[in-house]
């Protein structure tokens, strides 16, 4: 039996690498608009578990603040708590509509810091005691933007002398 030729050479064509050429570059750009996606979704989620992090670290200070206070400014406006701490130190904390950041500020000496920023609300709703005269206990809301995500915290804090 003779030796058939082959006409055609072992290879690929220019036609079926331009066709994978095509179908590489649009998986590789799926994969692209896939990653940009993740980093967006992570740089966002990222703001976000900040912002709440330091709302929860503010909450976490005013209320063991409160709970060991005396002396309560019953007549502050909703975003407004003023008191004496354990440590004797004349202490407002202040939500400002006007920059949405959460001030600690020592009234004593007129400093003023900054706790949180990114707050678009917060409220103090305080019950005083049956006779009116102290504070009882203080119910605290505040609530932080980042990007386009918003969360609501909430926290409470019962001032330890009116427990008796």
């Known amino acids: 039996m003779p030796y058939k030729k082959y006409k055609f050479s072992a290879g690929f064509t ?3 690498l331009l066709i994978t050429l095509a179908i590489m570059a649009l998986l590789l750009a799926a994969v692209a608009t896939a990653f940009n996606a993740s980093a967006i979704n992570f740089r966002e989620n990222e703001g976000i578990f900040k912002t ?11 209320t063991t603040d409160i709970r060991t206070g005396r002396a309560f400014k019953l007549d502050d406006p909703a975003n407004k708590c003023t008191f ?4 004797n ?3 407002t904390y202040e939500y400002r509509n006007a920059d949405g950041k959460l001030y600690l500020i020592t009234n004593s000496n007129h400093c ?9 609300a917060m409220n103090f709703v305080k019950t005083p005691t049956a ?12 609530t ?9 915290l909430s926290a409470a804090a019962v001032v330890r002398r009116s427990l008796n």
């Open 14 to 16: 220019i036609a079926e």
């Open 52 to 62: 709440i992090n330091n709302a929860r670290q503010a909450l976490f200070r005013i």
């Open 84 to 87: 004496f701490t354990a440590n």
């Open 89 to 91: 130190v004349d202490t």
């Open 112 to 120: 003023e810091f900054v706790l949180c920023d990114g707050v678009t």
């Open 131 to 142: 006779d009116g005269t102290d504070l009882k206990s203080v119910q605290i809301t505040i």
């Open 144 to 152: 932080v933007k980042s990007n386009n995500t918003q969360q609501t």
